[in-house]
């Protein structure tokens, strides 16, 4: 994917050469500088949902993570949870119930 140069002049995002450049350099994915690019050349954060294919509350979650200095904060992040439930069956009990071997 080639991203377009933008026309808006005076934004504090560099522009899309750079942007071109971060991810030719492997710094950040190409999914992570559509999303910047479409948004600020755009300013229209209900379209660019649309445009991405995700919802409202996706996007200002992204937007509140956004760092203008560190661009890999537009970058996914794990789904993971933190805390994962461990088996509360014993060790005895489930012996019993799935037998020897």
């Given at each position: 994917?080639?991203?377009q140069p933008t026309t808006t002049y005076g934004s504090f995002i560099p522009g899309s050469e750079y942007i071109r450049s971060l991810v030719r350099q492997g710094?950040?994915?190409?999914?992570?500088a559509r999303r910047l690019n479409h948004?600020?050349?755009?300013?229209?954060?209900r379209l660019t949902c649309w445009y991405l294919g995700i919802s409202p509350q996706t996007f200002y979650?992204?937007?509140?993570?956004?760092?203008?200095y560190d661009l890999r904060s537009l970058?996914?992040?794990s789904r993971r949870p933190l805390h994962v439930r461990q088996a509360e069956t014993p060790g005895a009990v489930r012996e019993r119930i799935l037998g020897p071997g």
């Open positions: 994917m080639y991203i710094t950040i994915s190409a999914a992570a948004y600020y050349r755009h300013k229209n954060a979650r992204w937007k509140r993570r956004f760092d203008p970058e996914e992040e």
